[in-house]
């Protein structure tokens, strides 16, 4: 096994295990943090280097491991040409931000969070990039959405960055959804997740009556995540992020990840007229909008957001065109944009670190501070409005050449070369003003702070960025062709059409356009004063963020009187939609069947008919004396008992034991529980809802009853005779129901008594320094008796308790065989530690029974947990039981099942669960009030 | 023998039940339901024993030793609450 069998998945999830350790690390110094984010992104690129050479030599690297194959998932990663440029952006990039942002952060800002916040961002980032499932590439896009929510809201004491991070992740978590939806169709048409085979699967796709939907939720997807028009409002807000991550995120990586995604379906999904007019209209509205608003915008971010949007626009309308040449010129866009863009925010970040503001107007002549970020600044800005010798120039000539050739095709297309050419020509105002306000146009205004130039490392990721424009721009044939050539290869999966990277193409239409578009653009500049005034007059409150606000607010609203109309926020309503449907489900479904079946009813013999009797009277009284609470609740003991007897009777001895169990643990939780509450419920409501009420509950327990009666009639086929006939061969046990809790149902259990012990620790912490108002006088107004512990029930009381300790032991080892098992025998115990609490007293019992219940839950879960595992050990699924037989002198023979050791697990997580839970209610503090009977909370009620 | 034996506990039994169960429904005071629910507890398990020996089965044994060992609790909890109010102190 090689590294190359492997090491794509370490190369993704590599930096998720970083941003874990940047945590720890920043415990221990702030800086180091920023170390071990280096050190982890040098590393990925150390572990990708083995694969370079394979998209090279025209092969594509695949590694899959299964993941849930019924589901079609597998754990699968693919490098090709594409994966291969982008995974370099993301790493070359970030490992730049994350100097860069070492020097930017200020000392109160957490390192710790920011540099594992952008690592878990890398990591999805080259998650997606070399996803080879498509359902995992769509799992990673949402973790890029998650992530780069965490860095928007990164300082999330401040209100703006809060809202940009709850847009951003509104809008690219919809699209997020929509993409989901768009894959699961492409999957089904194709049969498959995996790309490769996808990719195969060109005229099928075309061919499939899904094509259209399909294609409009994965643009959806893209489009919302590379903010093209209409959905791209989201990205300006997200400026409120520090700039290294609209450096990394929201310039360089993440807003490509939707061009990316339209990259690598683009052999699939392109070439029908659906796809050039939806992504060619989104590319140009987008290229025009961003490019128009970039130039009135002050704040520099501001600026530099909308000029990605049009940048991001002009890559999209490249890949709308949809000619081989046209991705040529998207991909090469890319590469270049990036690296302007980023080295621009990182500008942009330098001046507002620097000066305390972004804001253009007040921001002036920093040329004479900061020489040689202006030097640097310039360089990126001329290659941003595409100024020959520079890489921008290259790429933008490719898209003016793509414009030119596409206006052939009809006789009004010739309207798109003249709107690109006008998008440059705004291009060219915005760079000329980001330059020109910043770095000249006289003397700064009113700063915070005296600029200078900033630490050298800040400088240092910006020269090597502007280095790049420059060499790509002057020599792309030597620097950038071998990459570019792979990813075209990659993108098109076939062999890359014939292009030039020249710089001199001779005279032609594109040069022309560059002309144009310099000239005019810096006329425009000149221009200005008078444009920004007719902006701010009119165009300036035309903002699709009121679009979004009003949708949102307008959805919550409907909500809201939805809710309202259904949901009165009584009890009484919510059960009467509920048991209203049930009811209407129930008559549709037996309109036309019979109720009841063909079986024969029991004789009915005398006991029973009194047992019947006697429940059906209890519950009745149950409800009649239901306003005097203590009645009520002794009717209700009555109505557990016969239940009991009634399990015993009809064969479920199972049933019958635990419902006495849980019937006495029960009456000991409410008596706790009525001491704080008041003894007799005034009469709340009308007499007219009281008949409707008993109109209500006669209708529903009628038809309960018919139900039950129905199921009892009817001959039914149900799983227990597997049960029954595997019960002794599969799990050495003769009690059905303990060998299904504790063997065939046994990791159900598992879950159960987990949720027991949270449910045990979350009463003890809600009751935690809780106090509550206590009478001092039972209802008739008499003083409680001054005996607390009466020496009659101290003693039985002690007497009693190792007799139950050994019925809970002879329960609990017969259970495997014979009704019982570790549930019952768990509330046996516990109920024999709470008699002594009742009886003795809490400080007593604690002083003498010292085990902590909350250990008591631990060992409970964690023996139950090992158990299961301890099966692994053996190779076995995880909680297959074994079981042997022994043969003791004396005992005799026995067997021993491994089932035993996971029923002590669930027998210790009863009984801590129960006595925390009581326990606890039982210590609970109060405040003695005079108040009687009918008590509420009284604050200032007479001594 | 044996079944008139049986059929007589039943009659029994069930009498004392049915008293019981009369008793908790007129009260009149708190103690008497109490205690007719505690009687109705030792009354379970006088049938439950003797409904044993008429099925022929050990199996009714357990839910009858439960009751005998944990039945007396919620009558305890309850006459503690009526004598202090606090059952757990």
């Known amino acids: 096994m090689t590294l190359v069998d492997f090491n794509l998945p370490v190369v993704v999830l590599l930096p998720f295990l970083g941003a874990l350790l940047a945590t720890?690390?920043?415990?221990?110094?702030?800086?180091?943090?920023?170390?071990?984010?280096?050190?982890?992104?040098?590393?990925?690129?150390?572990?990708?280097?083995?694969?370079?050479?394979?998209?090279?030599?025209?092969?594509?690297?695949?590694?899959?491991?299964?993941?849930?194959?019924?589901?079609?998932l597998e754990f699968a990663f693919r490098l090709d040409g594409l994966g291969l440029l982008f995974a370099l952006l993301i790493l070359v990039i970030g490992l730049l931000v994350i100097i860069y942002a070492r020097y930017y952060l200020s000392p109160q800002d957490s390192m710790g969070r920011f540099f594992a916040f952008l690592l878990s961002f890398m990591g999805s980032m080259l998650g997606i990039v070399l996803s080879e499932n498509l359902i995992q590439l769509v799992i990673f896009w949402e973790l890029t959405s998650l992530s780069s929510f965490l860095l928007i809201s990164y300082w999330y004491t401040r209100s703006d960055a809060r809202q940009g991070a709850r847009m951003a992740l509104t809008i690219t978590g919809m699209g997020g959804l929509a993409l989901f939806g768009g894959v699961l169709i492409l999957g089904h048409i194709v049969g498959s997740f995996n790309l490769t085979e996808v990719l195969a699967a060109s005229s099928l796709i075309h061919a499939s009556p899904w094509y259209t939907p399909m294609l409009v939720l994965i643009l959806l997807g893209a489009f919302t995540k590379s903010a093209q028009f209409p959905f791209h409002f989201w990205l300006p807000h997200a400026m409120a992020a520090p700039t290294p991550v609209s450096a990394y995120l929201h310039s360089a990586t993440m807003v490509k990840a939707g061009i990316f995604l339209l990259v690598r379906l683009f052999p699939v999904l392109s070439g029908t007229p659906e796809w050039h007019w939806l992504v060619g209209t989104a590319g140009m509205l987008t290229l025009l909008l961003g490019a128009f608003t970039a130039l009135f915008k002050h704040d520099i971010k501001g600026l530099l957001a909308y000029s990605t949007i049009s940048h991001l626009g002009l890559i999209t309308l490249l890949l709308g065109i949809g000619s081989p040449l046209a991705v040529v010129a998207a991909l090469f866009h890319i590469i270049n944009h990036a690296t302007f863009k980023a080295s621009l925010?990182?500008?942009?970040?330098?001046?507002?670190?620097?000066?305390?503001?972004?804001?253009?107007?007040?921001?002036?002549?920093?040329?004479?501070?900061?020489?040689?970020?202006?030097?640097?600044?310039?360089?990126?800005?001329?290659?941003?409005?595409?100024?020959?010798?520079?890489?921008?120039?290259?790429?933008?000539?490719?898209?003016?050449?793509?414009?030119?050739?596409?206006?052939?095709?009809?006789?009004?297309?010739?309207?798109?070369?003249?709107?690109?050419?006008?998008?440059?020509?705004?291009?060219?105002?915005?760079?000329?003003?980001?330059?020109?306000?910043?770095?000249?146009?006289?003397?700064?205004?009113?700063?915070?702070?005296?600029?200078?130039?900033?630490?050298?490392?800040?400088?240092?990721?910006?020269?090597?960025?502007?280095?790049?424009?420059?060499?790509?721009?002057?020599?792309?044939?030597?620097?950038?062709?071998?990459?570019?050539?792979?990813?075209?290869?990659?993108?098109?999966?076939?062999?890359?059409p014939e292009y030039s990277l020249a710089l001199w193409h001779g005279f032609s239409a594109p040069l022309l356009m560059s002309f144009i578009a310099l000239v005019v653009g810096l006329i425009v500049y000149l221009i200005r004063k008078p444009l920004f005034a007719w902006y701010d007059r009119g165009l300036s409150q035309w903002d699709a963020r009121i679009v979004y606000q009003a949708l949102v607010n307008g959805l919550i609203h409907w909500a809201q009187s939805v809710t309202r109309r259904l949901d009165r926020g009584t009890f009484r309503n919510m059960l009467i939609w509920f048991f209203g449907v049930t009811l209407l489900a129930g008559v549709v479904g037996f309109w036309d069947e019979a109720l009841l079946g063909t079986r024969e009813l029991m004789p009915v013999d005398g006991i029973t008919a009194m047992a019947i009797a006697g429940l059906i009277l209890s519950s009745l009284l149950t409800v009649l004396k239901h306003r005097s609470r203590l009645i009520s609740l002794v009717m209700l003991g009555v109505v557990g008992l016969v239940v009991s007897l009634g399990f015993a009777k009809f064969s479920a001895p199972d049933l019958a034991l635990t419902q006495l169990s849980v019937e006495i643990v029960t009456v000991v939780l409410l008596m706790l529980a009525l001491y704080f509450l008041p003894q007799y419920t005034h009469m709340l409501s009308s007499h007219k809802r009281h008949y409707q009420d008993i109109a209500w509950a006669m209708g529903l327990g009628f038809s309960a009853a018919l139900l039950t009666l129905a199921v009892l009639t009817r001959d039914l086929q149900s799983i227990s005779g597997y049960f029954l006939a595997h019960s002794k061969t599969g799990g050495g046990g003769t009690n059905v129901v303990n060998v299904i809790l504790v063997d065939f149902r046994g990791f159900d259990t598992l879950g159960e008594i987990v949720v027991l012990a949270l449910a045990g620790l979350g009463i003890v912490a809600l009751l935690q320094g809780i106090k509550l108002y206590a009478p001092k006088r039972n209802a008739e107004g008499v003083p409680w008796s001054q005996e607390s512990h009466p020496l009659i029930l101290q003693v039985q009381a002690r007497i009693l308790f190792p007799m139950m300790l050994m019925v809970a032991i002879f329960i609990f080892l017969r259970g495997h065989n014979l009704p019982g098992g570790g549930f019952i025998a768990g509330l046996i115990a516990a109920l024999a530690i709470v008699l002594q609490n009742l009886a003795n007293g809490i400080v007593w019992t604690a002083a003498r029974i010292r085990w902590d219940m909350h250990s008591v839950l631990a060992a409970g879960i964690g023996i139950a947990t090992f158990t299961g595992l301890g099966a692994m050990l053996m190779h076995y699924p995880f909680l297959t039981s074994t079981f042997t037989y022994l043969k003791w002198p004396i005992v005799g023979k026995f067997e021993i099942a491994s089932a035993m050791g996971f029923d002590t697990g669930v027998f210790l997580v009863v009984v801590g669960a129960t006595v925390m839970i009581l326990v606890q209610l039982g210590r609970l503090n109060y405040i003695e009030t005079e108040d009687t009977g009918d008590l509420q909370p009284a604050k200032g009620s007479t001594p | 023998m044996l079944n008139i034996a049986l059929v007589l506990g039943f009659i029994l039994v069930s009498g004392a039940c049915f008293l019981s169960l009369v008793r908790l429904l007129i009260g009149p005071d708190l103690p008497d339901r109490i205690l007719a629910l505690d009687t109705l507890y030792v009354n379970s398990i006088a049938l439950l024993i003797l409904f044993g020996i008429t099925e022929g089965s050990t199996l009714y044994f357990e839910s009858a030793l439960l009751i005998a060992v944990m039945g007396f609790v919620g009558t305890l909890a309850l006459s503690k609450y009526l004598l202090r109010g606090d059952i757990m102190e």
């Open chain 1, 24 to 72: 720890q690390a920043a415990r221990f110094n702030r800086l180091a943090a920023a170390g071990t984010a280096a050190v982890i992104t040098i590393l990925a690129l150390i572990l990708l280097l083995p694969a370079l050479p394979l998209p090279f030599a025209g092969q594509t690297l695949i590694q899959r491991w299964e993941w849930v194959p019924s589901l079609g």
């Open chain 1, 345 to 496: 925010f990182m500008v942009a970040g330098i001046v507002d670190h620097e000066t305390g503001t972004r804001d253009m107007r007040r921001v002036n002549g920093l040329m004479k501070y900061m020489p040689q970020v202006g030097i640097l600044a310039i360089i990126a800005s001329a290659a941003m409005a595409g100024v020959p010798l520079l890489n921008g120039f290259l790429s933008k000539e490719m898209f003016f050449d793509q414009t030119v050739s596409v206006s052939a095709i009809s006789p009004l297309a010739w309207v798109i070369p003249v709107l690109a050419t006008l998008a440059g020509v705004f291009s060219v105002a915005y760079s000329a003003r980001f330059v020109h306000d910043i770095f000249f146009n006289g003397e700064p205004i009113n700063l915070p702070k005296k600029p200078h130039e900033p630490p050298l490392y800040m400088k240092i990721p910006v020269g090597l960025l502007v280095l790049a424009c420059i060499a790509v721009g002057v020599f792309p044939v030597y620097t950038i062709a071998g990459v570019l050539y792979v990813a075209i290869a990659g993108a098109l999966q076939t062999t890359p």
